[in-house]
């Protein structure tokens, strides 16, 4: 493309500008400066030589969050070999699949995903290698054992004086070339790897330092809360960050909401990156007791005080992130309404962008000062946007896009690619939404999900979820279809059912149906709600995974 330039171009500057600052942290644990990780790079990348890794292999990574994880993917798309990141949270038999489908040459893996794995149904690998130190777990390759036991002196005898700055020189990439494979599934009959080329990376990456490079400066903290192998975590918090020199901290471990909480406090981040069950469960737990008081509630209901008290509230939510934050973006999934509207009202930083794994991710985003209420944000540079409706402002239709960040296609799936990608290049993305006269996109549901009323109406569950799930003692829900009615299934609030017998949480959720269809058309009110004890299955991204549902 014309407007490209390097994406590692991008790496090495940071590494170079940033020389002597800390770069990656291991939360409550070791930090690497930018040189120990231009140092950790070229070791790896003299492990690769001098392995018969050749530019264009693919090198598997799986692992939660971490330094090495960083420095292995960083070390990988430097050597111009092809990163294939697989979520830590797929069980053996996924990575497997993924490994096998992607024809993975090396495979980097964490001390908790190794567990998991049976070497045996890898049989094209070469090598494993353990994240959190480098070593060799298992060699099937002469030249890749020699190289990893003589790696320190090989490092030294090219590097006699030192290594320093002037010896970083990465592999020069080329717009349409491919720099990683990511796997949207681990199921076999699933997989579908989607190939983003450098300038689907350059894209994402441009685009962020420059809308968010004035506010989040070089040396400013930032906590990588997402899985690095999924493209939002990967491109918005763990690219951007360390190409733009910011000081970046793993949590290493599950994020529970104590942990993140905790690391808000100590690392003070400026900028808080996060899907929509972990902000939702700060402030339904953390926030709305403590306005929902009769003192809070009367003093926000005197418009003499109103402004001061949501002030006040504002500042503690504030504090709960750390207290130097310039905004929130919410992405992956649909924000809670209730959630929205009451950290606008009080004045927040909270702002919603929206973006796919075919385009690595951004699609649509605004800063919070330009946000509107229920958007997702506006086209992102290089990349157009369309709905296919008669009427794009008002009736629903599928977003399209095209453009820089676009994928070239699903590895191995030609099939796929060409029910994504149409012959003019736009992306079918499987999303409703509309298109507002000032460009700002709205999500109005998935394609898939989109339900036929009984008078052949359509219907969204999403938006009867989204009500749903701020009523009393409902946790979170899904809407199916039964025939002609509509039912939705419940997971209760654990902590709050336990003061109430089967009876009684089952007239609790009667109430809440009569309710809710008060406020919905006769075409989508609900026939029943019905209990669901456990937790809703979840995606990574933590969406819930609608198709295991389908059939209640």
């Not at 990465?170 to 997989?191: C, M, P, R, V, W």
């Not at 506010?215 to 400013?220: I, K, L, M, S």
Request: some cysteine; glycine content about 6%.
């Amino acid at each position: 493309m014309k407007t490209f330039s390097s994406f590692n171009a991008y790496i090495q500057k940071a590494i170079i500008d940033n020389w002597d600052q800390d770069a990656l942290t291991d939360y409550q644990g070791a930090t690497l400066q930018f040189h120990d990780v231009a140092r950790k790079i070229e070791k790896l990348h003299i492990l690769f030589e001098n392995s018969n890794v050749k530019k264009g292999d693919k090198i598997a990574i799986c692992g939660r969050n971490s330094a090495h994880w960083a420095v292995a993917f960083l070390a990988t798309l430097t050597y111009g070999a092809v990163a294939v990141p697989i979520l830590h949270e797929f069980n053996g038999e996924q990575v497997q699949n993924i490994v096998n489908h992607s024809g993975a040459k090396l495979l980097f893996i964490g001390d908790y995903a190794v567990k998991t794995i049976n070497p045996d149904e890898m049989p094209a690998l070469e090598g494993i290698i353990n994240i959190p130190d480098f070593s060799l777990l298992i060699s099937r390759a002469e030249a890749l054992t020699y190289a990893r036991e003589h790696l320190n002196l090989m490092f030294g005898s090219k590097y006699p004086m030192a290594f320093r700055r002037e010896h970083v020189s990465y592999h020069q990439d080329e717009a349409d070339e491919l720099a990683l494979i990511n796997y949207t599934s681990g199921t076999t009959g699933f997989s579908k790897g989607v190939m983003l080329p450098y300038r689907s990376l350059w894209g994402n990456i441009e685009f962020i330092i420059n809308r968010l490079g004035n506010q989040v400066r070089p040396g400013d903290n930032l906590l990588s809360i997402l899985p690095m192998a999924h493209m939002y975590g990967m491109a918005v918090e763990f690219l951007f960050g360390f190409c733009h020199g910011c000081h970046l901290f793993f949590l290493t471990r599950l994020p529970s909401p104590a942990i993140i909480a905790k690391a808000f406090t100590d690392v003070q981040p400026t900028l808080v990156v996060t899907v929509p069950l972990i902000i939702e469960k700060i402030i339904r737990k953390k926030v709305f007791p403590k306005i929902q008081d009769n003192r809070i509630r009367l003093l926000l209901a005197m418009p003499v005080v109103n402004k001061k008290v949501k002030e006040r509230i504002c500042k503690e939510v504030y504090n709960a992130f750390g207290g130097r934050l310039y905004q929130i973006i919410v992405g992956g999934a649909a924000l809670s309404k209730e959630v929205e509207e009451f950290l606008l009202s009080i004045g927040f930083p909270l702002t919603v962008g929206y973006g796919t794994t075919e385009c690595a991710p951004l699609i649509t985003y605004c800063d919070w000062k330009e946000f509107v209420r229920g958007c997702c944000g506006k086209p992102v540079d290089r990349m157009e946007v369309k709905i296919l409706s008669q009427d794009p402002e008002n009736i629903p239709g599928e977003i399209v896009t095209r453009g820089c960040n676009v994928m070239l296609g699903y590895y191995k799936n030609e099939e796929a690619t060409h029910e994504a990608i149409d012959e003019d290049g736009w992306y079918h993305t499987g999303d409703l939404g509309t298109l507002s006269a000032s460009n700002h996109l709205f999500i109005r549901g998935r394609i898939k999900n989109m339900l036929l009323g009984a008078n052949g109406q359509n219907v969204y569950p999403e938006e009867i979820e989204d009500k749903l799930n701020s009523m009393t003692m409902v946790s979170e829900s899904i809407v199916i279809q039964r025939g002609d009615k509509l039912i939705a299934l419940v997971h209760p609030d654990k902590d709050e059912m336990m003061n109430f017998s089967q009876e009684e949480m089952e007239g609790i959720m009667e109430q809440n149906r009569k309710e809710l269809n008060e406020q919905l058309p006769p075409y989508s009110r609900l026939a029943a709600i019905e209990l669901h004890e456990e937790e809703f299955a979840k995606t990574p991204k933590k969406s819930i995974k609608r198709y295991l549902y389908k059939n209640y």
